[in-house]
């Protein structure tokens, strides 16, 4: 597709449940990031891919989170046992590699956790 | 580490009126800067970048934004506010030769314009 595309746009969750969260970045983009953003708040890095190797995984909150992204292209962020300081809304981004260039959003998926 | 701070969470002008949003970045080496732009419900767009020696950026929507190392600033600004430019505002910095390209934000400028 021409953009990052995201799914699912809301999920609904009960607490202790498990979610994924999919990524399909724009093609041939080799950077892709995961982002967490709150209500109100900037979005905050979780981890990045460069094609299939995660390289930075700093940002993730605790061992219940997961990302994987296996050939390359499309990621998976996995949230296990969901709480409710989990409710966000989950930001993937891809760019092609190297400082500088233009990271490109996704529309997000908004996750609550009741 | 690197850091941003953005002056006012929430920013009011009205219609044709002069638009700035501050920036302050926090960094040894000037960095790579951007603003992006986020409407209610949707994702976040590009309106710039600095990435190299011109320290005037102009961006879509008719944006433009000044890097002053001096000043550790990169204030986002627009001549005339139209309604449309109602939305939420972020500044973000990356560092200039690290491992990943990741994008620091700052907590974001809401802006609201008057009619």
């Known amino acids: 597709g021409a953009g990052v595309s995201q799914s699912p746009r809301y999920k609904v969750a009960k607490r202790g449940q498990d979610v994924a969260l999919r990524c399909d970045p724009i093609s041939g983009h080799v950077s892709l990031f995961w982002y967490q953003q709150a209500l109100g708040q900037g979005p905050e890095f979780l981890t990045y891919f460069q094609n299939e190797a995660q390289l930075d995984k700093s940002g993730l909150p605790s061992d219940r989170f997961f990302a994987e992204r296996p050939e390359g292209s499309v990621s998976t962020l996995k949230i296990q046992r969901t709480q409710q300081e989990d409710s966000a809304v989950y930001l993937c981004?891809?760019?092609?590699?190297?400082?500088?260039?233009?990271?490109?959003f996704g529309e997000g998926s908004w996750l609550t956790v009741v | 580490a690197q850091s941003v701070t953005q002056l006012g969470s929430h920013v009011s002008v009205s219609e044709g009126a002069l638009v700035l949003l501050r920036c302050n970045y926090s960094s040894s080496v000037p960095p790579y800067l951007f603003w992006y732009v986020q409407y209610p419900n949707q994702g976040l767009q590009l309106l710039l970048k600095?990435?190299?020696?011109?320290?005037l950026v102009k961006g879509i929507n008719g944006f433009e934004a000044e890097f002053k190392k001096s000043e550790t600033s990169f204030h986002l600004t627009k001549p005339s506010a139209h309604m449309s430019d109602a939305a939420e505002y972020f500044c973000?910095?990356?560092?200039?030769?690290?491992?990943?390209?990741?994008?620091?934000f700052g907590t974001g400028t809401l802006l609201a314009v008057q009619p």
């Open positions: 981004a891809s760019s092609l590699r190297g400082g500088g260039n233009t990271i490109y």
């Open positions: 973000a910095v990356s560092d200039r030769g690290g491992a990943t390209n990741k994008l620091i």
């Open positions: 600095y990435t190299s020696a011109a320290t």
